[in-house]
């Protein structure tokens, strides 16, 4: 017997989960795994950003709403500073009415008030009561930009997952490359399997986070579109 023929006779037999390891079996397990995921968590993305354009989008339009408002509310102060002038003015009893008419509400109810306080017609309450629906459009626009960066970045956490996936399923069919009693092919293995629990931990949290957004912007209560 040659020396050789001995040395394989006297080899240790791999166990049977290393034989396992190195079957042609768990290679198309990983393998089958590997793109199932990385169909499922693409569709989620791009279902996420999808939603996301649509709230950014909703944020756009409320912004041009809220500018639009805020263009109309200095408007009206203008005319109310001139109208007021022309009304105290006037000295004609019918031509006053016609300029009273023409006062925003929010500067009649200043004129009206008995309050010493608000001595000055212009004053910043009465600022605020005519900013008053501008800047909540404001607001609501901001919320749903900061919303629309959540979502994002709920995007970008399932890409990153995707990327996980795909460096396990390469490394997978490096490993089918490989004779079977290769040990560079059995590395592989283990490191697919090492990726795929990666993933898995990286992809549950993420699992039911854009459930707690809406189904869609109508459920946000977007009163500046209304």
Avoid at 37 to 43: F, G, M, R, T
Avoid at 96 to 109: K, M, P, V
Wanted: aromatic share 10%; hydrophobic share 45%.
């Amino acid at each position: 017997m040659s020396e050789t023929e001995s040395e394989t006779e006297n080899k240790p037999e791999p166990s049977s989960i290393v034989k396992f390891l190195r079957s042609d079996t768990i290679l198309g397990l990983l393998i089958a795994a590997f793109s199932v995921l990385i169909a499922y968590v693409n569709y989620q993305t791009t279902l996420i950003e999808e939603k996301s354009s649509e709230i950014e989008l909703s944020a756009a339009r409320i912004l041009s709403s809220a500018n639009r408002e805020y263009l109309a509310a200095s408007q009206q102060i203008a005319s109310d500073m001139r109208a007021y002038d022309d009304y105290f003015a006037a000295t004609d009893e019918e031509l006053a009415d016609n300029y009273y008419s023409s006062l925003s509400e929010a500067l009649i109810e200043n004129m009206e008030s008995e309050d010493p306080a608000r001595e000055f017609l212009f004053d910043d309450i009465y600022l605020e009561e005519m900013y008053q629906v501008s800047e909540s459009c404001f607001v609501e626009a901001d919320n749903l930009f900061i919303l629309s960066n959540d979502v994002g970045d709920i995007a970008d956490k399932h890409q990153l997952v995707m990327f996980t996936f795909a460096i396990g399923l390469a490394l997978t069919a490096w490993a089918s490359l490989l004779p079977e009693e290769s040990s560079i092919r059995l590395v592989f293995v283990i490191f697919s399997l090492i990726v795929l629990v990666l993933g898995l931990i990286l992809y549950l949290p993420l699992a039911t986070s854009a459930t707690g957004f809406p189904a869609d912007t109508a459920a946000i209560g977007l009163t500046c579109l209304k």
